[in-house]
């Protein structure tokens, strides 16, 4: 019998891997599609998302869901029974936790994405400067929205846990890459022990990529950039 | 306490949640804000983006205008539901809004903006993004179905700025997307839209005064 549940996906994907943590924190079972890179997109995919063409997608009951953030709402409102909530209850911690997912994507997420990219030093040192900031930022909503607790949504892994937490090992390689710290104890000692909470976690440390493989894969991208810029 | 909303007039953001605060009969006190000199309570409602607009509910700020709506939605817990109660129906339009997000002020913005080859590709993208956006209309009232909902709130405040688009970049919506057309006349039947939405030729006004600002002919 087909499995209900699909989830269309990459194994270097941050937001693949947020998809994963939840769906594994509500105890849902789910047939996982490993993606092609580049252009060889399968038929199923592009049916499913055929506006960005992108993982993660999942499918239930044969019906596309993308987008990360939307999908793992979704998971928090279809199985709501399987385990904690992902998402606050009260409206406006709801509210506060989507404004920071939103920062994530919108600005940390991509500040990343140029760390890894960077062409010249000057690039890389704008990225790094706004990644910086971000967890400047970061470490301050942290001590607000936790009041203390273990994790940004209180003694359980949460919405804004997950969306950040899926970036760690990432940070881990460009730290290596680029030879920066980033997750620096002494700046952002909260986050640090925080990060290491949420890495120790059992379904955390199932789905994490490995490192080395992760670093391998970053290395590998960037000889072909480096290929292609050269030509 | 109550509900303050920090905003600029013209701006489709706080048009949208406008809106949604019209549709749920929700009073407030509207703060126009001067862009150019922004004020302390902006800056501290919003020291993250410093932009508008800002929901101040109690004395909490909610900023992100599709984040406001949603809050709207979920506190003021009562018809009309822009979101509806099932999952799935929750999540496609949740979809489409950032969609609305994603594309539209960033490409209406290339359009009056530059000029030449790049004005021609915004022009394209801006057409094809209407096209996706019918389709997923279709032959539905609004995009929410019977019932006016978060992609309409979403996207009609940037119905106004179709005529700014058209004029800058020479096409015509109604040309190439009838049916979204269609869809904002009957949207401004309501009485939330009608309120809200300021004149095309005040809004190209506005776009006309921008170009001359960064210096677009």
Redesign the interface.
């Known amino acids: 019998m087909a499995k209900e549940v699909k989830l269309l996906g990459q194994w270097v994907s941050p937001y693949v891997l947020r998809v994963q943590i939840a769906l594994e924190l509500k105890g849902v079972s789910y047939e996982y599609l490993e993606q092609q890179f580049g252009e060889n997109k399968s038929e199923l995919l592009l049916k499913s998302n055929p506006v960005y063409k992108k993982v993660p997608v999942l499918i239930h009951k044969d019906r596309p869901i993308c987008e990360s953030a939307i999908i793992l709402q979704y998971i928090d409102e279809v199985w709501g029974a399987g385990g904690p909530a992902v998402l606050p209850s009260d409206p406006y911690e709801r509210a506060i936790a989507c404004f920071w997912v939103s920062y994530i994507d919108d600005k940390f997420g991509p500040s990343l994405v140029g760390l890894i990219r960077g062409k010249t030093d000057e690039e890389n040192a704008a990225a790094a400067e706004q990644a910086i900031l971000g967890l400047e930022l970061l470490e301050e909503a942290y001590e607000k929205s936790s009041r203390g607790k273990r994790f940004f949504g209180g003694d359980d892994v949460g919405y804004l846990d997950i969306v950040l937490g899926s970036s760690l090992r990432w940070i881990e390689v460009i730290e290596i890459m680029r030879g920066i710290k980033l997750l620096d104890n002494a700046k952002f000692p909260l986050l640090m022990a925080w990060a290491e909470r949420f890495r120790a976690a059992a379904v955390v440390k199932k789905l994490m990529p490995e490192a080395g493989k992760l670093m391998e894969y970053a290395k590998e991208v960037q000889a072909r950039m480096n290929a292609a810029a050269a030509n | 306490m109550g509900v303050k909303l920090l905003d600029a007039w013209v701006s489709p953001f706080g048009q949208r949640v406008r809106i949604a605060l019209a549709e749920k009969g929700v009073e407030y006190e509207y703060v126009e804000e001067n862009l150019a000199e922004k004020s302390r309570l902006l800056l501290e409602s919003n020291p ?1 983006h410093k932009k508008i607009p800002v929901l101040i ?1 109690d004395g ?1 700020p ?3 205008s599709l ?2 709506v ?2 709207i939605d ?2 003021w817990d009562k018809k009309p539901h822009l979101l509806p109660a099932h ?2 129906l ?2 496609q339009p ?2 489409w809004a ?2 609305v997000d994603k594309k539209i002020y960033e490409c209406g913005t290339r359009l009056w903006k530059l000029k030449g080859e790049e004005q021609a590709e915004a022009k394209k993208e801006m057409i094809e993004i209407l096209k ?1 956006l019918a389709a997923e209309l279709g032959d539905k009232t609004y995009f929410g179905g019977d019932a006016f909902g978060f992609v309409d709130v979403a996207l009609v405040p940037f119905t106004s700025w179709f005529y700014s688009y058209e004029r800058c970049a020479g096409f015509s919506v109604e040309a190439e997307c009838p049916e979204i057309v269609a869809w904002a006349k009957r949207c401004m039947e309501r009485e939330s839209v009608k309120k809200t939405l300021y004149d095309p030729e005040k809004v190209y006004e506005f776009v006309c005064f921008l170009k001359k600002r960064y210096g677009v002919e």
């Open positions: 993250v509910h909490n909610v900023c992100e984040i406001i949603e809050y979920d506190v999952p799935y929750r999540a949740r979809f950032d969609f996706l």
